[in-house]
């Protein structure tokens, strides 16, 4: 590999650290070196790279912030801790509860569904089937996709949420900043939302979606 000015490398890490995105077409700008070189330095310092924007886009390993499914997006890039798109929707797939479809995978990468569902028709490690007008994926190992085929039936069987109002919401919030570290099923039986007759679903979906409080452990339910 030819040697590289220590200075220009130290200028492309500080300047690839500050921007959290760069491409391979800048660093070979600042290092003024060949694409092969270039891709060589990429392996070496262990760059994430996007599954969007046809791998555009690559960051260093401790810039990106990872949700709780290992995504980051920053700006037009997208990046997955679990690898390319390919290894990304299969490890999204197989650690779903209930399975995904297709919106909800779309919704999740941060893709159009049409963009990307057409390279999973039969991968392996998935598994496909048709609910509803609509594909659903699980994982294809028989003992997961069980549990998650009846976790999904369980979902499609519970009544709808119905959502929160403006003065519902306001009213939780200010139980959890008066009650520090209060559960769900404690927030039931406070007299202000006993009146407003919120119910326990609506309650832990928000705080779910949210991320505010302890979830109601299953032997409360």
């Not at 800048?26 to 791998?55: M, P």
């Not at 927030?187 to 409080?213: M, N, W």
């Amino acid at each position: 590999m030819p040697v590289i000015d220590p200075k220009k490398i130290d200028f492309a890490r500080l300047t690839f650290k500050r921007d959290k995105t760069f491409t391979l077409t800048k660093l070979v700008s600042i290092l003024e070196c060949s694409s092969r070189t270039a891709q060589a330095k990429l392996k070496l310092w262990k760059t994430y790279t996007s599954y969007n924007q046809n791998g555009k886009y690559y960051t260093f390993p401790d810039v990106p912030e990872f949700d709780v499914h290992g995504l980051w997006r920053y700006k037009e890039a997208a990046f997955s801790k679990h690898g390319n798109l390919k290894k990304t929707v299969i490890h999204l797939i197989k650690s779903a509860s209930s399975g995904l479809n297709g919106r909800q995978l779309g919704e999740l990468l941060g893709l159009s569904p049409q963009s990307f569902l057409h390279h999973f028709r039969d991968c392996p490690g998935i598994y496909r089937e048709k609910q509803d007008g609509s594909y659903v994926y699980f994982a294809d190992d028989h003992s997961v996709r069980k549990k998650q085929m009846l976790q999904r039936s369980t979902l499609i069987l519970q009544p709808p949420v119905v959502p929160l109002s403006d003065p519902d919401v306001i009213i939780i919030l200010v139980a959890i900043i008066k009650h520090q570290g209060i559960l769900a099923k404690d927030i039931l039986v406070l007299p202000e939302i006993k009146k407003s007759k919120i119910s326990r679903q609506a309650i832990q979906v928000f705080l779910d979606t949210h991320g505010l409080v302890k979830k109601i452990p299953d032997s409360s339910l």
